[in-house]
C-alpha cells in the first residue's frame, strides 16, 4: 500500500528546485554585468576631457607602440609642442632684456669711470655686478658711502623694468675681525648685503621678496690673499641679477 502511494505522488522533480535556482542566479549575475557595462556618455566625456587637460599619456605612456595614433595622441604632442615653443620664446625674452640692462650697466660705468672698481659681466647665473669695497664701505663697517649712492641708484632703475630674482652677496678677505658689532667676518660680510637690499628696497620701492642677502665671509675669495691689492679684490659685494634659466647648485 505505501508504495503504491508513492507512486501516485504528482509535481515537479525534486532537482527542478535546484536547478531553478541555479538558473535564477546565473540570470541575476548576467543582469548584474549588463547593468555595470553602461557608459554614463557623460562623465566619460568628463573624464576624457580631464585626461587630456594634463596630458595624461605624458605621464603613464604606453608600452606598446601605435602606428596610428589617435586624435588625443596627436593634440597631447600639439600641446607640448607650444609649451615648447612658450618656454623658448619666454627665454628668448629674458637673455634679450638681460643684455640690455649689461649694456645700460656698462655703458654707465664707462661714463662714470667705474670700471676699475665696479664689474659687469653675463655669466650662466645672469648678470653679475662685482663691487670693491672702497665703492660701497669704509673698512669694517656696513654703511653704504655717498658716493656709492649714484651707480646703486643706477641698478635700482634698471632692476625696477625686470621681474628677475637678485642675490646681493657680501665677500671679505682672510683677515680675522673682532668687533662689537661684527664678531667675525661672517657678520660683517652679512651686514654689507643686508645694507645694499635694504638701500635698493627703501630707495626705489622694489618688491622685497626679490631679493636674496648671503654672506660668504671670506670662503670665496676670487684671488689669493696674499697681497693688499689682492685683500682689497677679495672684499667685495656682488650684486647677481638671476637668469630664469639658471638652477643654482650648492657647492
Not at 24 to 42: A, K
Not at 127 to 146: C, D, G, M, S, W
Not at 156 to 174: C, F, R, S, Y
Amino acid at each position: 500500500m505505501q508504495r503504491r502511494k508513492h507512486e501516485e505522488d504528482k509535481g515537479a522533480p525534486k532537482w527542478m528546485v535546484t536547478f531553478s535556482d541555479l538558473f535564477m542566479l546565473v540570470l541575476v549575475f548576467f543582469i548584474l554585468l549588463f547593468s555595470m557595462s553602461q557608459i554614463d556618455l557623460v562623465k566619460f566625456k568628463a573624464v576624457a576631457e580631464s585626461f587630456k587637460q594634463v596630458n595624461f599619456l605624458d605621464y603613464h605612456p604606453s608600452a606598446v607602440p601605435f602606428e596610428h595614433p589617435t586624435d588625443f595622441s596627436v593634440e597631447t604632442e600639439t600641446t607640448n609642442n607650444q609649451k615648447e615653443e612658450t618656454v623658448s620664446m619666454d627665454a628668448a625674452e629674458s637673455e634679450k632684456k638681460l643684455q640690455e640692462l649689461l649694456s645700460e650697466v656698462q655703458d654707465f660705468l664707462e661714463a662714470n669711470d667705474l670700471e676699475d672698481v665696479v664689474v659687469a659681466n653675463r655669466t650662466e647665473r645672469g648678470i653679475v655686478l662685482v663691487l670693491e669695497e672702497k665703492v660701497l664701505f669704509e673698512t669694517a663697517e656696513a654703511r653704504i658711502l655717498p658716493i656709492a649712492h649714484p651707480f646703486l641708484d643706477k641698478v635700482g632703475m634698471l632692476l625696477a623694468k625686470l621681474p628677475n630674482l637678485v642675490k646681493i652677496e657680501g665677500h671679505t678677505d682672510n683677515r680675522p675681525i673682532s668687533t662689537e658689532k661684527y664678531p667675525s667676518n661672517w657678520e660683517l660680510s652679512a651686514a654689507r648685503a643686508s645694507s645694499v637690499i635694504r638701500y635698493l628696497i627703501e630707495e626705489h620701492s622694489l618688491d622685497p621678496e626679490r631679493f636674496v642677502a648671503v654672506g660668504y665671509g671670506d670662503t670665496r675669495p676670487i684671488v689669493q690673499n696674499s697681497s693688499n691689492e689682492n685683500y682689497q679684490k677679495n672684499r667685495r659685494v656682488e650684486i647677481v641679477i638671476s637668469d630664469p634659466q639658471y638652477e643654482e647648485k650648492l657647492n
